[in-house]
């Protein structure tokens, strides 16, 4: 017996072993997969990603684009930290949100009521926010909220305690930090590509946070353009040690979501050549052992949305980081 999946979900009397359509168009794009069930049980396959443009559309590469990632955060050693990296020419005009207060409208709860958002490069403080209608900060109400309706970014109200800014950067890693003043919360870190596809782009993303019980490391990225797009993308616990961190996730499981479909998921990465090359090619860190029980998977996805969660194993906890790395075109 067949089924087919288009995005994590099934597709209704797609019940053949060959999936066909009568033509083709751009809302067949996709990534597709089938399970086959026999007498000795049922095997999933994995996502085939399936790109259609008209045929007189030039191809288009994808590259990533608004990365987010929600998890908790606060202050001191509960400090939200989520990295990226900037490459290629000119310099890349990025916008950066800490989200607390707002999340409300969404249905959150326990959210962080004051977020305060730093940009650093290296050891230096690039440009801080608070309030993101006050300075200081880049940007400024008007210029941020046109940052907002370019990006496609949610208007966030007025007098609200949300922080922004708007900063151009160069070639070169960053990260993004925001704590609370005197409380712990749930918090969204967004970072949106103002041009994209002109030429510098964001090449990873990656947070480190807590995950407990109930409490799951989130990290959002869309990929633009009309052709398929292979991601890294890894859920890193035990090797975290070797960076000489204390009280990491022993466990950790990645689930990659297309919407709220599961597309993908992996346990322990089991010391794969494949993961190991890609993670070299990205320049990754290596894990600490080929059986540590890190998660990673390496994925050729369709144009679009995605949302990767890393979560305890068994409701473990400690801390994890979650990355996000686009591999380079062949």
Known sequence: AYQWFKDGLPLAGATQARLGFSSASSEHSGNYAVAVTGSHGSV???????????????????????????????????????GFYVTGQPDKTVLIRAIGPSLAQFGVTGVLVDPRLQLWSDASVLTENDDWELPPGDGGAATLSHAFLLTGAFPLETGSRDAALVRTVGVGSYTAQVSGADATGAALVELYDTTPGAGARLANLSAR???????????GFSLSGNVPKTVLIRGIGPSLESLGLTGVLANPHLTVFRDSAELAANDDWGGAAALTLASAQVGAFAPSSASSRDAMLLLSLAPGSYTAQVSGVDATAGVALVEVYEMPSP
């Open 44 to 82: 999933v396959s994995g996502p085939a990603p399936v790109a259609v443009r008209p045929a007189a559309e030039p191809a288009a590469p994808g590259h990533l684009v608004n990365l987010s990632v929600r998890t908790a955060a606060g202050s001191g050693g509960e400090t939200l930290i989520v």
């Open 209 to 219: 946070g807590a995950v407990g019980s109930g409490d799951f490391l989130i990290a």
